[in-house]
T-cell receptor, first 113, second 111 residues
Framework: KAGVTQTPRYLIKTRGQQVTLSCSPISGHRSVSWYQQTPGQGLQFLFEYFSETQRNKGNFPGRFSGRQFSNSRSEMNVSTLELGDSALYLC????????????FGSGTRLTVV | GNSVTQMEGPVTLSEEAFLTINCTYTATGYPSLFWYVQYPGEGLQLLLKATKADDKGSNKGFEATYRKETTSFHLEKGSVQVSDSAVYFCAPAESQGNLIFGKGTKLSVKP
């Protein structure tokens, strides 16, 4: 059974640019969440999508956005990149959050220069 | 929202030593509780979970018990191995379902 797949694994972008990250959840999982991991702030929740609708959102500026497609694949977009956006972005999918928790992907390492 | 306080690391142990990583949380209601582990250069792996009071989660020799009286979910292992070296995260769920992560505890196990 394939796990959660995130692409690309590594990205280098310049300040002011925008970036799109992709996540393919485990087959059958309709919930997809995104988290940002930095050394200073740790792991922080960005947003969650379920059946193509944003179900929950963390405390991030509007430059961070996401969407989910009918096949449950999800993308997140960061516009007008800042140096502080450099982080590991983790995607997680779930069949039932309470019963099973989340399965995480290996992440996309974004570096903004 | 919920919050979590996790034992600061790093923790360095010798192989076969006993491990405890403390985790306490504040929450409304009784959230599901999780421990995740992160190996270098990788994402998070679910280690164990407990969904209601007095539940004991266990996996790979690790255990944690949901203590609602003390709002704690301490992680324990009786005999650690070098391969257990990683960063461990305690994570209660918010009422909306997202996870709140502790700062993480880095464990190094020496042979």
């Amino acid at each position: 059974k394939a796990g959660v797949t995130q692409t690309p694994r590594y990205l280098i972008k310049t300040r002011g640019q925008q970036v799109t990250l992709s996540c393919s959840p485990i087959s059958g999982h309709r919930s997809v969440s995104w988290y940002q991991q930095t050394p200073g702030q740790g792991l922080q929740f960005l947003f969650e999508y379920f059946s193509e609708t944003q179900r929950n959102k963390g405390n991030f500026p509007g430059r961070f956005s996401g969407r989910q497609f009918s096949n449950s694949r999800s993308e997140m977009n960061v516009s007008t990149l800042e140096l502080g956006d450099s982080a590991l972005y983790l995607c997680a999918s779930s069949l039932d959050r309470t019963a099973y928790g989340y399965t995480f992907g290996s992440g996309t390492r974004l570096t903004v220069v | 929202g919920n919050s979590v306080t996790q034992m600061e690391g790093p923790v360095t142990l010798s192989e076969e030593a006993f491990l405890t990583i403390n985790c306490t949380y504040t929450a409304t209601g009784y959230p599901s509780l999780f421990w995740y582990v992160q190996y270098p250069g990788e994402g998070l792996q679910l280690l164990l979970k407990a969904t209601k009071a007095d539940d004991k989660g266990s996996n790979k020799g690790f255990e944690a018990t949901y203590r609602k009286e003390t709002t704690s979910f301490h992680l324990e292992k009786g005999s650690v191995q070098v391969s257990d070296s990683a960063v461990y995260f305690c994570a209660p769920a918010e009422s909306q379902g997202n996870l709140i992560f502790g700062k993480g505890t880095k464990l190094s196990v020496k042979p």
